[in-house]
C-alpha cells in the first residue's frame, strides 16, 4: 500500500508541476498526454491543481519518465521532491515557472517561461472559485436572453452561436429562455470551447436541453474564431485533418442523454488535446475537432439542420461573445482576431452581444490598494467600436453598431454572501473568494500576486474594501452589433461553398 506524503512546504507541489510543465512545452507533449504515458493518469495535472493528494510512489515515477524521456536528447538534473502535500485549496497554481535546475539543460529552441506570455484563463483554481463566488454567469445569460425579442429566425432553424461556451451555465440559460419564446421551431447551437474540462461540464449541462427541446442540434468545437462559425479548419491541411464527430442520441429521457455523453470521454480526450503557441502563450488545438450532437428520434425533422462537413453558412441570428480576450490586448487585436470574424458570421438581422470588463468597481478599488497604477481595463466599448469598424472598412455600412449609455450598457454582479458575513470581523473564506474574484477579474499574474500574499497586506486590504462596501461588486459592460436585414455581407455571401474560413480566407 502506498503510503501518503508527509506534510510539507507548499512550494513542493508547485516545484512537481513546474517540472512536469517545463517538460511537456520541450517535447511538445499535452499535459493529459504525459499523465497517461507516466502514471496513467490522462488527470494528474488537473488533480494536482485542484488539491488532491500525491504519495511519493507517483512522484518517483513521475520523475523516472521525466529522466528517461529526456536522456534521449539532453539530461534533466531533476530531483524528486520528499516532501509532498496537496495544495491548499485557497492557493493555486497559476503561471507556470521552471525549475533552476532543469533550465540550462532544456533545448535553447524552446522558450523559457519567463518569456512565454501569462494567461489568466490557464489557473484552473482561481477561475473555479470566481464562477462559483460570483453571480457573473447568470447576469450574462439574463442579458443575452433580452435579445431573443430581436430576433427573427427564419427556416430551417434558429441560429446561435456561442464565443466561449465555459461550463455551459450561461449557454444552458439562454436555450431555456429561448425554449420557452420559440418553444417550436428547430434550434441551431455552436458553441467554442478550447478547454477539455470545460467541455465536460458543458455536456452536463445539455441533457435536460435535449429533453425539453428535442428539436436541437448542438456542436461543440475547439476552432479558432477566425473558424469556428464555420466549423471549418482556415487551412487545407487542418481541413483535411478535421476531428468530426455525429453523436445520435437514443432514448426519450435526459437521464439516457447524460449516459450516452459521459460515454465519449475518449472522443474529447482525443479530440481536446492542446498545445502552446511559444509566440503567445495561447493554448492551441492539436487537432481541429468538431462533435455534432442531436436527438436520432429527430434526424429526419433536422435532416436541413444537422450540418455536413464544409457546408455550414454561418447566418447566426444570435452571438454571444462574453468575455473572448484578454483585457490587455490591443483594440485592434480584438476586432481583428475575434469581433471581425464574428460579425461577418451573422446571417440578415443577426446580433452580436459582446461583454467584457469594465473596472470603475470595489474589485478595481481593491487591487489599487495593492497596486496603485494598475489599470487593466483601458480599452473599452467605444474603442472596440472604432476598431471593428476600420477592420470592417466599406463592409462596415451593412452592420449597426450600438455602444448604448452607461446605464444601459454597464452591468453589474456581485459575489454571493451571506447576511451576516459582512460584519466587524469577516471570516478568512470570505476574504480569501473576494480577492481571487478581485485579482481574476483584474487579470493580475500570479508571479506579481505572491509578494503581495507573502506580505499579508492583502487581507487587511480586502477586509477594509468588503466593510466599506458592505460587500464586493464588479462591473461589465456590453455592446450590440447587428446586421441590416436587407444587407448582404461583403466577403461573405452565407452559401456553403464560401461561407468557410477556408474558401473565404477568414
Same mark, same amino acid.
Given at each position: 500500500?502506498?503510503?501518503?506524503?508527509?506534510?510539507?512546504?507548499?512550494?513542493?507541489?508547485?516545484?512537481?508541476?513546474?517540472?512536469?510543465?517545463?517538460?511537456?512545452?520541450?517535447?511538445?507533449?499535452?499535459?493529459?498526454?504525459?499523465?497517461?504515458?507516466?502514471?496513467?493518469?490522462?488527470?494528474?495535472?488537473?488533480?494536482?491543481?485542484?488539491?488532491?493528494?500525491?504519495?511519493?510512489?507517483?512522484?518517483?515515477?513521475?520523475?523516472?519518465?521525466?529522466?528517461?524521456?529526456?536522456?534521449?536528447?539532453?539530461?534533466?538534473?531533476?530531483?524528486?521532491?520528499?516532501?509532498?502535500?496537496?495544495?491548499?485549496?485557497?492557493?493555486?497554481?497559476?503561471?507556470?515557472?521552471?525549475?533552476?535546475?532543469?533550465?540550462?539543460?532544456?533545448?535553447?529552441?524552446?522558450?523559457?517561461?519567463?518569456?512565454?506570455?501569462?494567461?489568466?484563463?490557464?489557473?484552473?483554481?482561481?477561475?473555479?472559485?470566481?464562477?462559483?463566488?460570483?453571480?457573473?454567469?447568470?447576469?450574462?445569460?439574463?442579458?443575452?436572453?433580452?435579445?431573443?425579442?430581436?430576433?427573427?429566425?427564419?427556416?430551417?432553424?434558429?441560429?446561435?452561436?456561442?464565443?466561449?461556451?465555459?461550463?455551459?451555465?450561461?449557454?444552458?440559460?439562454?436555450?431555456?429562455?429561448?425554449?420557452?419564446?420559440?418553444?417550436?421551431?428547430?434550434?441551431?447551437?455552436?458553441?467554442?470551447?478550447?478547454?477539455?474540462?470545460?467541455?465536460?461540464?458543458?455536456?452536463?449541462?445539455?441533457?435536460?436541453?435535449?429533453?425539453?427541446?428535442?428539436?436541437?442540434?448542438?456542436?461543440?468545437?475547439?476552432?479558432?474564431?477566425?473558424?469556428?462559425?464555420?466549423?471549418?479548419?482556415?487551412?487545407?491541411?487542418?481541413?483535411?485533418?478535421?476531428?468530426?464527430?455525429?453523436?445520435?442520441?437514443?432514448?426519450?429521457?435526459?437521464?439516457?442523454?447524460?449516459?450516452?455523453?459521459?460515454?465519449?470521454?475518449?472522443?474529447?480526450?482525443?479530440?481536446?488535446?492542446?498545445?502552446?503557441?511559444?509566440?503567445?502563450?495561447?493554448?492551441?488545438?492539436?487537432?481541429?475537432?468538431?462533435?455534432?450532437?442531436?436527438?436520432?428520434?429527430?434526424?429526419?425533422?433536422?435532416?436541413?439542420?444537422?450540418?455536413?462537413?464544409?457546408?455550414?453558412?454561418?447566418?447566426?441570428?444570435?452571438?454571444?461573445?462574453?468575455?473572448? %480576450?484578454? $483585457?490587455?490586448?490591443?483594440?485592434?487585436?480584438?476586432?481583428?482576431?475575434? *469581433?471581425? @470574424?464574428? !460579425?461577418? /458570421?451573422?446571417?440578415?438581422?443577426?446580433?452580436?452581444?459582446?461583454?467584457?470588463?469594465?473596472?470603475?468597481?470595489?474589485?478595481?478599488?481593491?487591487?489599487?490598494?495593492?497596486?496603485?497604477?494598475?489599470?487593466?481595463?483601458?480599452?473599452?466599448?467605444?474603442?472596440?467600436?472604432?476598431?471593428?469598424?476600420?477592420?470592417?472598412?466599406?463592409?462596415?455600412?451593412?452592420?449597426?453598431?450600438?455602444?448604448?449609455?452607461?446605464?444601459?450598457?454597464?452591468?453589474?454582479?456581485?459575489?454571493?454572501?451571506?447576511?451576516?458575513?459582512?460584519?466587524?470581523?469577516?471570516?478568512?473564506?470570505?476574504?480569501?473568494?473576494? %480577492?481571487? $474574484?478581485?485579482?481574476?477579474?483584474?487579470?493580475?499574474?500570479?508571479?506579481? *500576486?505572491? @509578494?503581495? !500574499?507573502? /506580505?499579508?497586506?492583502?487581507?487587511?486590504?480586502?477586509?477594509?474594501?468588503?466593510?466599506?462596501?458592505?460587500?464586493?461588486?464588479?462591473?461589465?459592460?456590453?455592446?450590440?452589433?447587428?446586421?441590416?436585414?436587407?444587407?448582404?455581407?461583403?466577403?461573405?455571401?452565407?452559401?456553403?461553398?464560401?461561407?468557410?474560413?477556408?474558401?473565404?480566407?477568414?
Amino acid at each position: 500500500m502506498q503510503t501518503q506524503a508527509a506534510t510539507g512546504p507548499q512550494d513542493s507541489i508547485r516545484s512537481l508541476l513546474s517540472d512536469i510543465e517545463s517538460f511537456c512545452r520541450s517535447y511538445d507533449m499535452a499535459e493529459t498526454t504525459f499523465g497517461r504515458q507516466a502514471v496513467n493518469d490522462g488527470k494528474l495535472c488537473q488533480r494536482l491543481r485542484t488539491g488532491k493528494g500525491i504519495t511519493i510512489n507517483t512522484v518517483h515515477k513521475i520523475h523516472d519518465f521525466i529522466r528517461k524521456k529526456s536522456a534521449l536528447s539532453h539530461p534533466l538534473s531533476l530531483t524528486p521532491n520528499v516532501s509532498l502535500v496537496a495544495p491548499s485549496r485557497d492557493k493555486s497554481n497559476g503561471a507556470p515557472h521552471e525549475p533552476a535546475s532543469s533550465q540550462k539543460d532544456i533545448s535553447a529552441k524552446k522558450a523559457s517561461p519567463q518569456t512565454r506570455p501569462f494567461r489568466f484563463y490557464d489557473n484552473r483554481q482561481k477561475y473555479l472559485g470566481f464562477v462559483n463566488t460570483c453571480d457573473e454567469k447568470w447576469k450574462v445569460a439574463e442579458r443575452a436572453a433580452h435579445e431573443l425579442s430581436h430576433v427573427q429566425p427564419v427556416p430551417p432553424a434558429l441560429r446561435i452561436f456561442d464565443a466561449g461556451v465555459g461550463d455551459g451555465s450561461v449557454l444552458s440559460y439562454l436555450l431555456r429562455a429561448t425554449h420557452q419564446k420559440f418553444p417550436t421551431i428547430p434550434f441551431f447551437v455552436v458553441g467554442k470551447e478550447i478547454s477539455l474540462e470545460d467541455v465536460r461540464l458543458c455536456l452536463d449541462n445539455l441533457p435536460d436541453r435535449f429533453a425539453e427541446h428535442p428539436a436541437s442540434v448542438i456542436c461543440i468545437t475547439n476552432l479558432f474564431y477566425s473558424e469556428a462559425p464555420w466549423l471549418m479548419p482556415g487551412n487545407m491541411a487542418a481541413a483535411a485533418a478535421l476531428n468530426w464527430h455525429e453523436i445520435s442520441l437514443q432514448g426519450d429521457s435526459a437521464q439516457e442523454y447524460g449516459e450516452q455523453l459521459k460515454a465519449i470521454d475518449d472522443i474529447l480526450v482525443d479530440g481536446w488535446e492542446v498545445k502552446v503557441s511559444e509566440k503567445t502563450g495561447n493554448p492551441r488545438y492539436v487537432r481541429p475537432s468538431v462533435l455534432v450532437i442531436f436527438r436520432e428520434d429527430n434526424r429526419f425533422l433536422l435532416d436541413s439542420v444537422i450540418p455536413r462537413r464544409g457546408q455550414v453558412s454561418g447566418d447566426y441570428d444570435l452571438i454571444l461573445a462574453a468575455q473572448p %480576450w484578454r $483585457a490587455r490586448m490591443s483594440a485592434q487585436f480584438k476586432a481583428e482576431k475575434v *469581433l471581425a @470574424p464574428l !460579425v461577418r /458570421s451573422l446571417g440578415p438581422g443577426g446580433r452580436l452581444l459582446a461583454v467584457q470588463s469594465a473596472g470603475n468597481d470595489p474589485g478595481m478599488e481593491l487591487v489599487n490598494i495593492v497596486w496603485p497604477d494598475e489599470n487593466p481595463f483601458e480599452v473599452n466599448r467605444h474603442d472596440l467600436l472604432k476598431a471593428l469598424k476600420d477592420k470592417l472598412g466599406r463592409a462596415g455600412s451593412n452592420y449597426n453598431f450600438n455602444a448604448g449609455s452607461d446605464n444601459k450598457s454597464i452591468m453589474k454582479y456581485e459575489m454571493k454572501t451571506l447576511p451576516n458575513e459582512i460584519a466587524d470581523s469577516i471570516g478568512t473564506s470570505t476574504l480569501f473568494a473576494a %480577492w481571487n $474574484a478581485s485579482t481574476y477579474v483584474a487579470q493580475i499574474e500570479d508571479d506579481r *500576486l505572491q @509578494p503581495a !500574499v507573502a /506580505s499579508g497586506a492583502y487581507l487587511e486590504a480586502t477586509e477594509k474594501v468588503l466593510q466599506k462596501h458592505n460587500g464586493i461588486w464588479f462591473n461589465d459592460e456590453t455592446f450590440v452589433v447587428s446586421r441590416r436585414r436587407n444587407s448582404i455581407a461583403h466577403g461573405n455571401s452565407h452559401s456553403p461553398s464560401t461561407a468557410s474560413p477556408l474558401y473565404a480566407g477568414k
